[in-house]
Each structure stands twice: as structure tokens, then as C-alpha cells.
């Protein structure tokens, strides 16, 4: 069993950065995937960004590359770094993990950019 506690949001002003971390624990071997999705009301879940177990990063052409994924192994932890923050970005954000075969959520962190 795994278990994903993410921390890090909170109330940012636009134009302003943001770091999400997500502390995994249990076992976790590879292959895998990480990854950083969020929600806000009314909207579906989407995907922000993930990481594989290789290190190769994805993320939606809509971030304009103001969002970046990264892990510290050591500390079996991924980071979700958030630039140039927009009203549009708010949400809670969640933390994936896919680790086969199975799936695992954190219970999110909620982002709110605003003046």
C-alpha cells in the first residue's frame, strides 16, 4: 500500500510561484508513474504534469511551460513548482501515484490565486 500526502498550497497572488510536494510512502518500485492533476469546481480532473520512474516528464501544452514536475528519490518525494500563477489556475491538486497494477490519490491541496 502506498499513502501520498501532499502540502504546499495555499493563497497565491497572480503572477506569483508556488511549490506542491507530495511525500510518498510504502512501497514504491519501479516502473512508475507520478503525477500532479487538479480539479477545480464544477470542472473535470486534469492532468498537470507527471514524471516516470525513467525521469521522463509530460506536461498539457495549455501550462505554456509555467509548471514543472520533480522528484527527490532520497526523500520519496515529488514536487510540483508553479510560475506566473494565474486566476485560471486555481484548484485543489492532487497527487497520483501509478505504481503497477495499482493506483493511488493523495487527498489534495488546495491553490487559490487571487488579488
Known amino acids: 500500500q502506498v499513502q501520498l500526502v501532499e502540502s504546499g498550497g495555499g493563497l497565491v497572488q497572480p503572477g506569483g510561484s508556488l511549490r506542491l510536494s507530495c511525500a510518498a510512502s510504502?512501497?514504491?518500485?519501479?516502473?512508475?508513474?507520478m503525477a500532479w492533476y487538479r480539479q477545480a469546481p464544477g470542472e473535470q480532473r486534469e492532468l498537470v504534469a507527471q514524471?516516470?520512474?525513467?525521469?521522463?516528464?509530460d506536461y498539457p501544452d495549455s501550462l505554456e511551460g509555467r509548471f514543472t514536475i520533480s522528484r527527490d528519490d532520497a526523500k520519496n518525494t515529488v514536487y510540483l513548482q508553479m510560475y506566473n500563477l494565474k486566476p485560471e489556475d486555481t484548484a485543489v491538486y492532487y497527487c497520483?501515484?501509478?505504481?503497477?497494477?495499482?493506483?493511488?490519490w493523495g487527498q489534495g491541496t488546495q491553490v487559490t490565486v487571487s488579488s
Open positions: 510504502g512501497s514504491i518500485f519501479s516502473p512508475y508513474v
Open positions: 514524471i516516470t520512474s525513467d525521469g521522463n516528464t
Open positions: 497520483y501515484a501509478w505504481i503497477a497494477p495499482s493506483e493511488f
